[in-house]
């Protein structure tokens, strides 16, 4: 379950400290920013991130979602 995955030159992770928070580095890793700022009643805690190539797929408390926009929003998979 990868909590860090790499999508073209960026590092996607679930926010160590919130986990309903996505964050990206672009530098390697060296820095963090916040993408996603969460939504308990939408995808809610993420527990693993994957590359789905077009898609970033995600697990969460709430069941699958996507992100078509690497992890800015998210929509449920159904």
């Given at each position: 379950?990868?909590?860090?995955?790499?999508?073209?030159?960026?590092?996607?992770?679930?926010?160590?400290?919130?986990?309903?928070?996505?964050e990206y580095s672009a530098d390697g890793g060296e820095t963090w920013n916040l993408r996603y700022m969460g939504n308990p009643a939408g995808p809610g805690s993420f527990t693993d991130l994957e590359d789905g190539g077009k898609e970033l797929l995600a697990t969460t408390d709430n069941g699958s979602f996507y992100s078509k926009n690497k992890g800015k929003s998210w929509l449920k998979r159904g």
């Open positions: 379950m990868p909590q860090v995955i790499k999508k073209g030159k960026e590092h996607i992770r679930i926010c160590p400290t919130n986990t309903l928070k996505i």
